[in-house]
């Protein structure tokens, strides 16, 4: 890494998996890593002590929001993201970019950037790579994202070709703009599910002077078995000296697969906004609260879970506060979800520096699979189909 302040030392590696230190200016993380979404400067129901007692020492907030919504100049007289939301450890911030994907009935897209009718009031909105560096800087992100597009996961060859070849262009000329002292900046790789465009792509990235590297455009609408193939292929050939970073993935299992393959970074907003709707997640599975089945049941919501939620309250009393729609209920579910992540990446790094990730991970996943806790009538909690906002 080339930005001072920063390092990335890889420290153990068992099979594709490895375990490292990201050193920041504001914090040491270790890898692998879940970052907790705080899409508008706040990790939603969450106070800056309790997303850190996840062991969570980097998170991520969103460019495109914070933009609109107090907006960056605001945010920065305020002191920056960490001191208006009052979190001392280190902070990323996404681009934008995926916000091209996301709200593409609203943008228009052209090789100079994209321009947005604001999802608050219509508002006509520019956003350039040179935009999206300055409102990341204002931000005081310690990790900034490369301005990319994100294609769908069905586009045609020929348009997943146009993003790769933007998506350069604009992380050359991110990477022109100022850039404030202390802050790195991460490229993005695309090119969809095929493999040799994900390939080219990432060896365009990574000969660019970039302080990270992150895969962009997985979980957004294609099946399981290619996103992992795309990992197993391509995480592998990722920059050793640099972070690697999945972007915007995902569930457990896939957090599993993705380790298994070389990533160090993880975001998705699937624990927050899954704890809002009622479904927590555990050791062996998917626990739905809103079932009838959990009324009367005093057991915690996972035996083998050390958080506030388990060790305090029951399944009943759970249910309760999500039948009732008390915004308790959605604090104790995601403080016990998020806690959950960071107890998985946890495990997940000590089975590296033992040797053992593979069996590990067949292990992890043999319960989660197998696990009781999803009953028939889970369908009233939607299935994961990709990032949305936290």
């Not at 992380?171 to 599910?193: D, H, N, S, T």
């Not at 590297?213 to 920059?239: K, Q, W």
Request: charged share 25%; net charge negative.
């Amino acid at each position: 890494m080339s930005t001072e302040g920063f390092s990335f030392v890889e420290g153990a590696r068992d099979g594709d998996a490895r375990r490292g230190t990201f050193t920041t200016p504001s914090a040491v993380v270790e890898t692998p890593v879940f970052m907790p979404v705080g899409t508008a400067a706040t990790v939603k129901s969450m106070t800056p002590d309790e997303v850190a007692a996840t062991g969570a020492r980097l998170i991520l907030a969103n460019t495109y929001h914070l933009w609109l919504r107090p907006g960056p100049e605001r945010v920065a007289a305020l002191g920056g993201v960490k001191r208006f939301m009052a979190w001392p450890n280190a902070l990323l911030t996404d681009s934008g970019g995926f916000q091209v994907f996301s709200l593409t009935h609203r943008n228009q897209i052209d090789d100079d950037g994209v321009t947005f009718a604001s999802h608050l009031d219509g508002a006509k909105m520019r956003l350039t790579p040179e935009e999206s560096m300055r409102v990341q800087g204002l931000l005081g992100a310690d990790v900034a994202m490369l301005f990319d597009e994100c294609p769908p996961a069905k586009a045609p060859r020929a348009d997943v070709e146009r993003a790769m070849r933007r998506t350069t262009a604009w992380a050359k000329r991110c990477l022109a703009a100022p850039a404030p002292e202390g802050q790195a900046r991460f490229g993005i790789v695309q090119g969809a599910i095929h493999l040799d465009l994900r390939r080219a792509h990432l060896d365009d990235i990574a000969a660019l002077d970039v302080d990270g590297v992150a895969l962009g455009g997985l979980s957004v609408g294609e099946a399981n078995e290619d996103m992992y193939a795309v990992l197993a292929d391509i995480a592998p050939r990722m920059p050793t000296d640099r972070p690697r970073y999945l972007m915007g993935v995902g569930t457990p299992e896939d957090l599993i697969h993705a380790i298994g393959a070389g990533v160090d970074l993880f975001d998705c907003v699937l624990p927050t906004r899954n704890a809002r709707n009622g479904q927590a997640l555990t050791w062996r599975g998917r626990v739905n609260l809103r079932q009838a089945r959990h009324k009367d049941d005093e057991r915690a919501l996972d035996a083998d879970c050390e958080c506030l939620t388990c060790t305090t309250f029951s399944r009943a009393y759970l249910h309760h506060l999500v039948r009732s729609k008390e915004m308790l209920g959605a604090r104790l579910v995601t403080q016990h979800n998020l806690h959950y992540y960071g107890a998985l990446t946890r495990a997940a790094r000590d089975a590296i520096d033992a040797g053992r990730y593979a069996a590990w991970a067949d292990e992890t996943l043999t319960a989660l699979r197998d696990g009781d806790e999803i009953g028939p009538a889970d369908e009233d909690i939607k299935p994961w189909r990709g990032p949305t906002e936290n």
